[in-house]
C-alpha cells in the first residue's frame, strides 16, 4: 500500500456513522509508551533515535497488530505527505514537523535539523490503528472508531499493547506506573478523546459555558487537528488530562458515562432550541450553505469547513434530504489542502486550491 493510496476515500473510522455520529464524529484511545533504558526523547541523541527508530519499527511490523499495515518514514517524507498524515489524524502536526508537543526541537538538536530526526508512523490498511515513533514518546499508539466506541477502541488497544510488550521493555515504575515524558500522562499512559460536531453551541453561544464546564471536570479541550489548532468547521476534541491513580477502566468509565453525556445533552438541547424558535431562520442558514457549495466557483478551506458544519446540522436534523452524512464527512477530509493536490497530482497556490476544491465539491455534491 502506498500513502497516495489514502486519498481515495476517507478513513473507515469518518465514513462509517457509529453510535451518536451526529455529535461524536469519532473515539479515540491513546497510549504513550517508551523503552527502558533509554532516555526520553528530549534527551536522545541522533544517533539514539535513528537506533530506537529502526528496532521500533522492525518490531512493530513483526508483530502482528492488524492484518496488513505498512510504515512510513515521516523524516524522509515530503511536506505534502506529511500534511496528509496530519489531516487523516495518523500524526500530530509536532510529528510532521519534527518537534517536541512544546513546539520546540528537542535540547540535543537545532530546529533545522529536528525535521531530519528519525521518526516514522506504521498504519494499518483501514486507518484504525497508528503507532508513531519518536514523537514526545518513543512510541504513542492510537485506535480510533466511528462514533461513540471508547470500550472497543480499548479493547483494540489494549491488544496491541499485549503484543508489543512480548517484544518491547517498555520504561515502568511499580509506584508510579508507565514513565511517559509529559507527567500528565504518566500511570497507564492512557489519553482517552473524542471529536465532537458543537454547531449549535457555538450558534447560541453556549460554547463558552460547555468550555468552562470542561476545564471544571479536567477535561483539555483542542481543535480539529489536537493541540494548538482552531476549531475548524465546528470540530472539537475533548479529552482527559491525566492518568495517574486510575486504572484504565476508571478513566474510560468515567470518561463515557459522566463527562462525555454532558457535553452531548448540551448540544442536543441547544439544536433543539435553534429549530423549536427559529426554524426558518435555521432552515436559511442551511439551504444558503449549500446553495454555495453547489455553485461556487471559488472556495476556501476554512470556508468550506463552515459550510460543511451547517450541511451536516441540515442532513442530521432531517432539513437536508437529498444528501448523506458519509458524502459529507468525506467532504471535510478530502478538500483539505495537502488532500486536495494529492488527488490532483499538482501543487497549487491557495487561489488555484480555492477554484479546484470548489470544482471538486460541485462534482462530489451532484
Known sequence: MRLTDLTRQACEWLRCGGPLHDVVISSRIRLARNISGMPFLSRCSYEQRAELEARLRKEILEAGIAPEVFYIDVASAGELDRQLLVERHL??????????SSGHASSSTSAMEASRC???VAVAAD?????????????????LRAGLQLEQAFDEINRIDDLLETKLDFAFHNRYGYLTACPTNVGTGLRVSVMLHL???????EIEKAFRAARDMHLAIRGLYGEGTEASGDFFQISNQSTLGRSEQQV???????LLPEFIQYE??????LFQKNSASMEDKIFRAMAILRSARIVSSDETMFL???????????????LDIKTINELFLLTQPAHLQKILATEMTPLQRG????????KRMG
Open 91 to 100: 500524526i500530530s502536526r509536532q510529528h510532521a514537523l519534527g518537534v517536541e
Open 118 to 120: 528519525p521518526r516514522g
Open 127 to 143: 486507518e484504525t490503528v497508528a503507532i508513531m515513533v519518536n514523537e514526545e514518546d518513543h512510541l504513542r499508539i492510537q485506535v
Open 199 to 205: 454547531p449549535a453551541l457555538k450558534m447560541t453561544g
Open 252 to 258: 474510560i468509565e468515567e470518561f463515557r458515562d459522566q
Open 268 to 273: 442536543q438541547r441547544a439544536r433543539n432550541s
Open 308 to 322: 460543511l458544519s451547517l450541511a451536516r446540522l441540515g442532513v442530521n436534523s432531517g432539513t437536508i434530504r437529498d
Open 355 to 362: 477554484a479546484a476544491r470548489a470544482d471538486f465539491i460541485r
